[in-house]
């Protein structure tokens, strides 16, 4: 009976969820053309807009959940935030559902989370437009082979990235990174024979570069550490009811003027990057450890 349940549970979370998503999208694809308009006032009125539409849409996801599938979860901080500062958010990254979590615990209490995307992705059928339309920044990145093919193209990723965050100059972000580049698994933890306990190696290169194309708008970073005591969850377990709770710390700090320079030219401030992120991850560790500690694993929910 209990299946039966979370199957029915999850089927009704994911259809409202689905038209839900819809209903936000459409208006967002109709009225992305007005960003064209080369007049900043109605330009950026409509980008306030088409966030407030998004926004919508997570508080609206937030009733699903409710409903459908509640999740107890503990916010362990007692950090300042606003939807009018600039960020840069970092996070620990097991599963499909931490970008869930960051929604719901952050949603009207930061700006509206921007991903860095794929250039590619912008030709995502009706996706790519919304994103587009939201002002997620796209990147694009060259490889080393392309880059010892054509020596130009050095420095090209990161300016183009640059005029993409242009925007945000008059607006407060929030701007998300997964600086481990991806989930956690215990392979991939005992392949990279990771010196932290709960975490993958951060990689660097994505977070400098993030930081060196907003340059000096974002100044503040949001470095949240989120624990599943049961298990770590797939999207249909989250929607199907079978994650009771979930804990998240959160913490705030001033991003200091030695964690921007030029990551892909400057040798000494690379190494120095990388050990501060470093001592970052190590923290985050003890912050993990700590959770699991205090609130041990239960099985049984």
Same mark, same amino acid.
């Given at each position: 009976?209990?299946?039966v *349940?979370?199957? @029915?549970?999850?089927?009704l979370a994911?259809v409202c969820?689905? *038209?839900?998503?819809?209903? $936000? ?15 900043? #006032?109605?330009? %950026? ?8 539409? #998004?926004?919508?849409?997570i ?5 699903i ?14 950090a ?13 990254? /097991?599963? $499909? ?5 960051l /929604? ?8 509206? *989370?921007?991903f860095?995307?794929k ?15 939201? &002002? ?20 090209k990723d990161?300016?183009i990235?640059?005029?993409?965050c242009?925007?945000?100059k008059?607006?407060?972000?929030? +701007?998300?990174?997964?600086?481990? %580049? ?9 392949? /990279? ?6 975490l ?5 290169? %994505? ?7 907003? %340059? ?6 949001? &470095? ?6 049961e ?7 989250? @929607?199907?009811g /079978? +994650?009771?709770?979930v ?13 921007r320079? &030029? ?20 923290e985050?560790?003890k912050t ?8 041990? +694993?239960?099985?049984?929910?």
């Amino acid at each position: 009976m209990g299946r039966v *349940l979370s199957l @029915i549970r999850g089927c009704l979370a994911f259809v409202c969820s689905l *038209l839900n998503t819809i209903f $936000w999208v459409l208006p967002i694809i109709i009225f992305s053309p007005i960003k064209l308009i080369p007049i900043s #006032a109605v330009s %950026g009125t409509c980008s306030s807009l088409l966030d407030s539409c #998004a926004t919508s849409w997570i508080s609206i996801n937030g009733v699903i959940e409710r409903i459908f599938h509640p999740v107890n979860v503990h916010i362990h901080s007692d950090a300042e935030l606003s939807p009018k500062e600039w960020y840069m958010v970092i996070a620990n990254h /097991q599963s $499909w559902v931490d970008i869930l979590i960051l /929604q719901r615990v952050l949603n009207h209490k930061i700006p509206f *989370l921007k991903f860095f995307l794929k250039k590619e992705l912008i030709f995502v059928p009706f996706l790519g437009i919304a994103w587009w339309a939201l &002002d997620f920044p796209f990147m694009r990145r060259y490889s080393t082979a392309q880059l010892r093919k054509n020596p130009k193209l050095r420095g090209k990723d990161i300016e183009i990235t640059r005029k993409a965050c242009a925007k945000f100059k008059s607006k407060p972000v929030s +701007v998300m990174n997964f600086v481990e %580049g991806t989930r956690f698994k215990a392979d991939k933890h005992r392949q /990279q024979n990771s010196q932290f306990k709960h975490l993958l190696k951060p990689k660097a290169g %994505g977070l400098a570069f993030a930081l060196s194309a907003m %340059g000096e708008h974002i100044h503040k970073l949001v &470095d949240v550490s989120i624990y599943y005591p049961e298990k770590v969850p797939t999207f249909w377990e989250y @929607i199907s009811g /079978q +994650v009771k709770e979930v804990h998240v710390h959160i913490s705030v700090s001033e991003i200091p003027a030695a964690m921007r320079g &030029d990551y892909m030219k400057d040798r000494k401030f690379k190494i120095a990057f990388q050990e501060q992120l470093n001592q970052l991850w190590l923290e985050k560790d003890k912050t993990l450890d700590l959770l699991t500690k205090e609130n041990p +694993v239960n099985p049984k929910g």
